[in-house]
Every structure is written in C-alpha cells, then in structure tokens.
C-alpha cells in the first residue's frame, strides 16, 4: 500500500466524518425542532443508526455508481486526492454559513473536475453523472410528493368514524405486503413465501431493508387509528414518541446512502493501486470503516444546518415531522436500490416543504427555499473547478 494511497484513505474517512456532521441537521431537524429530544440526544440517536444501516444495505450499488463516474483510464490516486480536498473544502465552508448542501454532489463535483483536469471532458462517464444531476432536483420532489400524501393521510385517519380507519388500514396493509413480497435487488423478481421468510432474509441480508420499512409504514396505519380518537393534546404526546422511530429509519437511509459514497471512493482508490481486482472486491473493513466515521461525524452535530431545516422552511409540528421523517426514508430507500447517489440534504428538505404545503403554500418560506435550491445547483460545478484547480497543484508535486 503506498504512502499516497494511505493520505486518500485518511482523507476520504475525513470527509465521511465531516459528512456526518454536516448533514447531522439532515437527520435530527424536525425531531429537534418539535422537542421530542435534545440536541444532544438526538445526535447521538442519529449516530446510531447511522450505523445500523452498515447491517442493513449489502448491495453497495450506489458506492459503484461513484466509483464509475470517471472513465478507469482517466483514476489516478492524485485525480482522487484532488477531489477529495476540494470536497472537503466546499463540505466546510458551507457547514460554516449554515447552508444544507449535498456532500454527495459535492463530492460528485470533486472527483469529475480532477479528472477533467486530467484527462479532458471525455474523462467522465455521462450516465452516472446525468443521473445524479436530474436527481437534484427529482429528490426534493420525489420527497415533497411522499410528505405531502402521507400528511393528507394522516389528516384523513384522524377524521372520526371508522371508515377512514379501515380505509387506511386496508391500504397500508396492501402496501406493506407489496414491499415485503416483491421488492428486492431485482425488481423485476417476485419473490415467494419461502424467499421473503424473515430468518432467511436476515441470514442471506436480502430485503431487510423493505421489511423494515414495510413494518414502520404498516405501523404507523395502526397508529394513527388508534390517536384518531385521542384530543390534539394526547395525539401529539403519542406522536413525539413515534417520531423516535420515523427518525431512526430516516437515519438508516442517509448513513446507507451517505456512507456508500466515500466506499466508492476509497474502492476506486484501492483498484487504482492495484490493491483489489475489481470494484466487487471491496474488503470488508471499507465500508465498516465508513459507516464508522459518518456515524462518528453525526455525533459532532451540526446546529447552524439544524436551525436552518428545523425552523426557518417551514413550523414543524411531531405529527408533521414523521410524516417528513417516513417520506424521507421511503424516497432514499427507493434511490438506493435503484443506486442512483441522492442528497439527503435535498430530499428533507422537500419532504419539510410538503407537510408545510399541507396548511397553505405561504406556510413554506419559499424565498429560503429558492435560495437553498441555488445552493444546490452550484454544488457541483464550484466543487469541479475547486477540484480542477486543486489538481493543477497536487499535479506540480505528485506525478
């Protein structure tokens, strides 16, 4: 293992931590927000999970999705050493002035304008990044739509008399089946009683992730007819509670999804060294590693970013909050098994604008948000040219 290879892991485990703290608020916002848990508990709460997803996500789709944004003609250990620095760098200067960027494009951006510098345009593969760039925007919407139908849900379960309650259940249930039965790395695949029995899955690592996403959504159905005939009060005493675990499995998303971009990283940089055959090959204490360090970062907080997700888009309240929290978590399981590297930062932040949007659309702060999604967009290409530039530097140093 050479000496520079060892910088890149140090450097990328950096950036992981610095991710886990950057996008701490990410997590534990609303549940802050509405008071259910300190600052402090809530971080470690997050941290937590964050972790927890390392037993939970396998299939390492959206690490090799990251590892093939650039051309393997155009990975060099100083391409990666590049992207890396001016990740982080980018990653700091925003959690300083408090903006809910996207440490995934940041470092998307990184990594593709060192190999630019490298090896031309040509150097980057079009499809991953065409990908990520669509699902800037695709994300927070995806995450709007997902809120803004759970919370109207919500408010139908709530509305006394037992139709809407067997309405809901009914629902729910078909749903829950649905993703427990037929969901899996192939989609395409239905799986039967057998394949999808609960020790087998927990055995093999197959589906875990459904069956427990299934397993809150059908939950939460019973739980809301249950405070449908509770008062206002009593109802948000219950659902400060469930907000604990609304937020855990939001957290499990973001550290399943946020972690696996630093392991592509770190996988392309062992490849380049010609430490590991192929991407596939990826040695176990990678993404042990990984997971570590952003659960460890979670735990460093972020409350600039926390303020800013929490409080100033949008009033949450705990019944919105787990709304935002499961449509969250839904919208990064679905891209993470269609391996596609989203932002956690962008898909809270549209989940929060669509329970706001169920009030009234001046409920929502819609100049901060169109600020936020300015942020966003510049993401990747200050990333690139920081990298560029960067590269140019290291270049002058390290052939």
Not at 34 to 55: C, D, E, M, S, Y
Not at 106 to 123: D, K, V, W, Y
Not at 126 to 155: D, H, N, Y
Not at 159 to 171: A, D, E
Request: net charge positive.
């Amino acid at each position: 293992m050479s000496v520079l290879l060892i910088v890149i892991i140090i450097l990328a485990l950096g950036f992981d931590y610095i991710n886990g703290f950057h996008d701490a608020a990410n997590s534990i916002a609303t549940i802050v927000s509405t008071k259910v848990l300190t600052p402090l508990q809530a971080v470690i709460w997050a941290a937590i999970f964050n972790f927890v997803a390392f037993f939970i996500f396998k299939d390492h789709g959206v690490a090799n999705t990251i590892a093939k944004t650039v051309q393997d003609s155009a990975i060099t250990l100083p391409v990666i050493m590049s992207g890396l620095i001016a990740a982080i760098i980018w990653n700091l200067i925003t959690w300083w002035f408090g903006i809910p960027s996207s440490s995934s494009h940041t470092l998307i951006g990184g990594f593709a304008g060192a190999a630019i510098a490298h090896a031309g345009f040509g150097a980057v593969n079009s499809e991953p990044i065409i990908k990520t760039v669509s699902f800037i925007f695709l994300a927070p919407f995806i995450g709007m739509i997902m809120a803004f139908i759970i919370s109207l849900w919500f408010i139908y379960s709530f509305r006394k008399g037992p139709w809407p309650k067997i309405v809901s259940l009914v629902i729910m249930t078909l749903l829950s089946v649905f993703l427990y039965y037929t969901i899996d790395t192939d989609p395409t695949k239905l799986k039967n009683l057998y394949e999808s029995h609960i020790l087998n899955v927990i055995l093999e690592g197959k589906n875990l992730k459904w069956i427990l996403l299934a397993t809150v959504l059908f939950a939460i159905c019973i739980f809301t007819m249950i405070l449908g005939s509770l008062n206002t009060a009593k109802a948000n005493v219950y659902l400060k509670k469930f907000q604990l675990i609304s937020s855990a499995i939001f957290s499990i998303g973001h550290g399943g999804n946020d972690a696996q971009k630093v392991m592509g990283i770190i996988s392309a940089a062992l490849l380049c060294d010609h430490m590991i055959p192929s991407l596939s090959a990826m040695p176990v204490w990678v993404p042990l590693a990984c997971y570590t360090a952003i659960s460890v970062g979670t735990l460093s907080g972020g409350m600039k970013i926390i303020k800013t997700m929490g409080t100033r888009i949008t009033k949450v309240t705990p019944f919105e909050g787990v709304a935002a929290e499961t449509a969250g978590a839904i919208t990064l399981f679905l891209t993470e098994n269609l391996k596609i590297p989203v932002s956690t930062t962008h898909t809270i932040t549209g989940a929060i604008i669509g329970v706001g949007a169920t009030k009234r659309l001046s409920a929502v702060r819609w100049g901060l948000t169109i600020n936020l999604m300015w942020a966003w967009i510049i993401t990747i290409p200050i990333s690139a040219l920081m990298a560029a530039i960067i590269f140019a530097i290291v270049n002058l140093f390290v052939k």
